[in-house]
C-alpha cells in the first residue's frame, strides 16, 4: 500500500518517489485545483510545481496513460513505444497500459571483434571491407523495418504518445530511412524515456511500459517535496484517504496489463553491453 510517511521524509526527502497510476490520477486533480503554482512540460509529460518566485521545486511525471488537460480521465491514451539500440529494436502498441501488438528485430550491425556498431566504426576509422558493407546494408533494413511498423501502428489506431528511447548516433538513421517514419523530431507527441534502458527484448519493452505507467514525483532542490508545504498536506491527507479505500494490492503494483503477443522474433538475442554505453535519454535539439 502507498502510503505517505511524513516520519520518514528526512530521509526520503532528496528520493524521487514512485506513485501507482490511480494514486498519481487523484493527486494530479487535486494538484490542478490547488493554489499551487505549476506548469506543465508536455515534452517531459511532467507538471513543474514552484515557488512564489518561479523556482522549480518538485517535479511530478505523469504515467503515460494520464491526461495533463483531461486529469479525470475519459479518453483511453494510445500510445508506442520505440526501444533502439545498435542491432536492437523493441516496439508495442499499447492501449491505456495494454500490449495488444508487438515486434522485437535484430540486425547485424555489430563488429564482433572491437564490440562496436559499424556505425560507431566509420567516425572513427573510415569504411572496411565486404563486411562492413554487409553490416550498412543490414541497418538500412534495421531502420526500414522498423519504421514500417511504425507505419502500420499509426494507419491503424490514433496515437496519443511515442515514448522512445534511442541514442543519438542511430536517431539520424531513424528518420532518413527510405521508409519515412509517421512523425518528425518535432512531433509534440513524442516523449523521451526519463530511465536507462537495457538492450532491448520483450520483457525490457514490458519492464518499461510498467514504469511508464507510474507516476514519479522528483526533488529538484535539496529541500526536498517540504519545499511545498502544500504539496505535503496534500500527500498526508488525499492519498492516504484513497490508499485506505482501495485494495493494497492495486496500490502495491500497476493497474492489471494484459500482454497479447504478436511475433517473437529474438532468436537467441545476445546482449552487448559495450553498445550500451551511449543509449542513455537524448537532446533531439
Known sequence: MYLYNPSVRNKQQNMNRFIPAQVAATLLQSLRSSSIRQAYDPEKHRLLLMGEDGLELVGFRLPITSSYHNPEGGRKQNYVILLIQAGHCAMGYFENGQCLNHKVFRSYMVRQKQGKSQIKYLKTKGKSRAGSRVRLGETAEFFENINTRLQDYFQAHRIDRIAMSCSKTLLPYLYTSTVPTPFDKRDPRLFRIPKHIHTPIYEVLLDTNRFLQRGELIALTEAGFAAIP????????????????????????????????????????????????????????
Do not use: K, M, R
Open 230 to 285: 502544500a504539496l505535503e498536506d496534500l500527500l498526508l491527507h488525499h492519498l492516504n484517504a484513497d490508499a485506505a479505500q482501495d485494495d493494497p494490492e492495486t496500490l502495491n503494483d500497476i493497474a492489471d496489463e494484459v500482454y497479447v503477443t504478436d511475433e517473437w522474433e529474438e532468436d537467441d538475442v545476445s546482449f552487448d553491453e559495450a553498445d550500451d554505453e551511449e543509449d542513455d535519454i537524448v537532446d533531439w535539439d
